[in-house]
């Protein structure tokens, strides 16, 4: 199982960015996926998850307002809008394959992991 994110970059805050997890190596349509965090110095966090249908998502309340997560099975794949972004979102994102159907901000519900994109907000 391999996930590859991408559409990591520099931006202004108030900027936009649309971050890319593509998994390979099996089916995923059936799991939730998830978009987590981790700053410099800093544990990773829960930032988004989506269901296997993409009809339930569920944020932190950090990005609640403006990050999107939405998904396309038939592509394996998961995206995670970001708008309005702030300094504070400058992060590694890493996506990740969930456990089951549904999957909330808690680590142990995901199964496999992507190797991460950097997002770097300039203020």
């Known amino acids: 199982v391999q996930l590859q994110a991408s559409g990591g970059g520099l931006v202004q805050a108030g900027g936009s960015l649309r971050l890319s997890c593509a998994a390979s190596g099996g089916t995923f349509s059936s799991y939730a996926m998830g978009w987590f965090r981790q700053a410099p110095g800093k544990e990773r966090e829960f930032v988004a998850a989506?269901?296997?249908?993409?009809?339930?998502?569920y944020y932190a309340d950090s990005v609640k307002g403006r990050f999107t997560i939405s998904r396309d099975n038939a592509k394996n794949t998961v995206y995670l809008q970001m708008n309005s972004l702030k300094p504070e979102d400058t992060a590694v994102y890493y996506c990740?394959?969930?456990?089951?159907?549904?999957?909330?901000?808690?680590?142990?519900?995901?199964?496999?992991w992507g190797q991460g994109t950097l997002v770097t907000v300039s203020s």
């Open positions: 989506i269901d296997w249908s993409g009809g339930s998502t």
């Open positions: 990740a394959v969930g456990r089951s159907s549904y999957a909330g901000s808690n680590f142990a519900g995901y199964a496999y």
